[in-house]
Nanobody, 124 residues
């Protein structure tokens, strides 16, 4: 089972940028790395995902064009670049990993390992 460690986040002004990092560990190569976020009083929502073996990325409509998921050349770390941040992007952001399956990567059920979460606070 893949484990994940995440870092990054913090306070930022509207229009600014942040980068979050997620480092999966383990020997598996056929899995997804997903990013979710949860604002106070709201359900955890899908932000984006990357299929580890192919590098294919998926995004929620709400962040498409502003957020970008990428992987370093050494294939050790996945990044979530958050640009043009808005106050409504304020949330705890979670990195997660899960095996390839028929379960949609846009749902939390697709993931069996979660990072501790990191706070992103966007001020207006």
């Amino acid at each position: 089972q893949v484990q994940v460690e995440q870092s990054g986040g913090g306070p930022v002004q509207a229009g600014g940028s942040l980068r979050l990092s997620c480092t999966p560990s383990g020997r598996a190569i056929r899995f997804f790395v997903g990013w979710f976020r949860q604002a106070p009083g709201k359900e955890r929502e899908f932000v984006g995902a990357l299929r580890w073996d192919s590098g294919t990325t998926y995004y929620a409509d709400s962040v498409k064009g502003r957020f970008t998921i990428s992987r370093d050349d050494a294939k050790t770390t996945v990044y979530l670049q958050l640009n043009t941040l808005k106050p409504e992007d304020t949330a705890v952001y979670y990195c997660a990993a899960g095996p390839l399956s028929t379960t949609s990567v846009r749902t939390t059920r697709a993931y069996n390992t979660w990072g501790p979460g990191t706070q992103v606070t966007v001020s207006s």
